[in-house]
């Protein structure tokens, strides 16, 4: 074989080799892209893309305003009584016993304060709703949006007047762990509705066009 023959078979060779290269490149770019389109496609269905004002909070401490002033009112009725024991001639213990009344619930009131505003945390996304709650041990609860059947939202004229606004929804759903979902201590109760109701429309219109492809 002569040189030029094999010159020509070496560069055939190469070309070969950078056909395969740039077939690899090529294949690598495409799903590169798609990769990229798949992530964009996710990102723009995202509660925050999507408009949705509402897609995350916990419970708010106003909402426990009401409770508080009554620990208040209790603590006051409870010192007048123990004062007024202790001046009159049934002093002794009975004139201590009414203070321990107070005590434990201000103790109570307490405890509920720290394990709701610190521990309860809700959070709407693109599928699911989840709630979480505990101190020691973290407890999450998800709920498919798909399956929520009816949704209200409550204010009392508690919550209005005094709890600063607050207020709760309650979700009904084909969830068998939680068919009935109460949400409470939201500051904003109604834009928080508004937005898991706009999220659980928009995934059923999409599995009804799927359905109907």
């Not at 007048?80 to 201000?106: F, K």
Request: glycine residues 6%; charged residues 25%.
């Amino acid at each position: 074989m002569t040189r030029e023959q094999n010159d020509h078979i070496y560069a055939a060779d190469n070309d070969d080799e950078n056909d395969v290269s740039q077939g690899k490149n090529v294949s690598q770019e495409v799903l590169l892209d798609q990769a990229t389109d798949k992530k964009s496609v996710s990102k723009a269905n995202t509660p925050e893309m999507l408009g949705v004002s509402w897609t995350e909070g916990s419970y708010s401490g106003k909402n426990l305003r009401a409770m508080c002033l009554l620990v208040w009112l209790i603590m006051i009725c409870f010192a007048a009584l123990s004062g007024w024991l202790l001046i009159s001639r049934h002093a002794g213990i009975w004139s201590v016993l009414p203070m321990i009344v107070p005590v434990v619930a201000w103790g109570y009131f307490v405890a509920v304060y720290l394990y709701r505003t610190q521990t309860l945390r809700y959070k709407l996304t693109q599928h699911q709703f989840y709630c979480e709650a505990g101190f020691l041990t973290k407890t999450i609860d998800t709920l498919e949006l798909v399956n929520i059947d009816d949704m209200t939202v409550k204010q009392t004229l508690m919550d209005r007047w005094i709890n600063g606004g607050t207020g709760s929804i309650t979700i009904l759903s084909d969830d068998k762990t939680h068919p009935k979902l109460v949400i409470r201590g939201l500051e904003n109760p109604r834009a928080a509705f508004e937005s898991i109701d706009e999220m659980r429309r928009r995934k059923r219109n999409a599995r009804v066009i799927r359905s109907v492809n």
